[in-house]
């Protein structure tokens, strides 16, 4: 039998758990003890239902708060990111056993979460990819990063890097390529074929200054090809002084505008570097600070430009900065049909076969290849659309969208996977129809 003392206790107070006393609750809160007697059953049901769900929201929020499933990503993927493109399975194991040690830590509180789930099947699958015992040595842990450094001050010109530690995960990339006539493949997997004669902006961003100058390819010809591309590294305080590269036909240094090679003198510096891949063929920029890599190539008498950029990167622009053909397109006053322009040069016939030989898969690279052979008659231009698309194999982030398929110039890009969905949608569609 309770006491008095046990009972008064049930109504006035409420005794945590985890023994750290009793915890005095107001009768304004909830309608029990004296107040109770002058409650409806409304009002009582109300408070209560309130009470639920503030009790859920309270706790939701401190179980998500307490999922350290991002914190796991993180750690394998540093882990793994120096393994990229090796075979050491043995390295892969032990970062693989040291996920699921740090998941199985961390499961009684990452239950409803998806994130949590999904580690837990990759990882199953990857061990058995990598045939991976469960047992075995793990991996180093990530050394602690000292309070008074910061994520912020930690690998701030290593754009990849700074991204990884702040939000558990790698940075999303984009692609966007010049090539040819010049055809455009913007970042958003649009592919447009332009005559924009003169100086056009490829990109124009907080960090970046891409121009490209363009002369007709054949005389009366409404094609055009990239005579000059002009790529300014915009001045960033903490990492590199700003750098200007220029390349024109038959001039492909593998030096900036100033004679150097990296980002200058500043401690990131080494962030931003040059390097000649082919000689005066194809040149390699990299700029680890801004998660960017350009691609510049002359193939015949025309200069290509491809790159790989951080999203964020791509998108920090403002409402002034809005001709980028990377971004848009070309305009559509400036685009021009692949029927069009073909005067002179080469029978179509030949030109086929020709880009054939380099490209297999009958996609827009291909159909501008013939494109570029025809109207001016120069089969370097097959090199040209190879160039572009050997970049799109390294620099696209997403394989299944490589190769794209269209009827025109100004259509909207149709992926392999789309055409199928297509194809199939429409048999459907004559089924039910005769049916």
Known sequence: ?????????????RKEETGRGPIPISSGWIGMGKSACNTSPQQLENTCFLLRALFLLLFCRHACCQCKILRCNSDYVAATLPLRGSSKDAAYCNALRSYSRCTRKTSRTCRGNLV???A??????LMIQHNCSKEGPTAPPRPVVPSHQGIESLDMCDYEKSFLYKHGQLPVYQHCAAFGDPHVRTFHDEFHTCRVEGAWPLLDNNYLFVQ??????????????????????KNMKQCIDQKVYQAEIDNLPAAFEDGSVNGGERPGGSSLTIR?????????????????????R?????????IRAAEEIARAFTDEQDLQLCVGGCPPSQRLSRSEGRRGGMAAEVARMLCKEKLPVEDVYFQSCVFDVVTSGDANFTLAAHGALEDAKMFHPDAEKLHIFQTGAGCHLLSLPFLLVVVITANLLAVQLLC
């Open 298 to 306: 002359q193939a015949g008498r025309q200069l290509s430009f491809s």
């Open 120 to 125: 837990v099947h990759g990882i199953e699958d």
């Open 1 to 13: 039998m309770r006491t008095s003392t046990d009972s008064s206790r049930g109504v006035g107070e």
């Open 212 to 233: 490209a100058t363009s002369y007709p390819v054949a005389k009366g010809s409404n094609a055009t090809a990239t005579g000059k591309l002009t790529i300014i590294f």
């Open 116 to 118: 949590y789930h999904s």
């Open 276 to 296: 000649e891949r082919m000689s005066g063929q194809h040149v390699e920029i990299r700029a680890a600070y801004i998660g960017t890599t350009i691609a510049v």
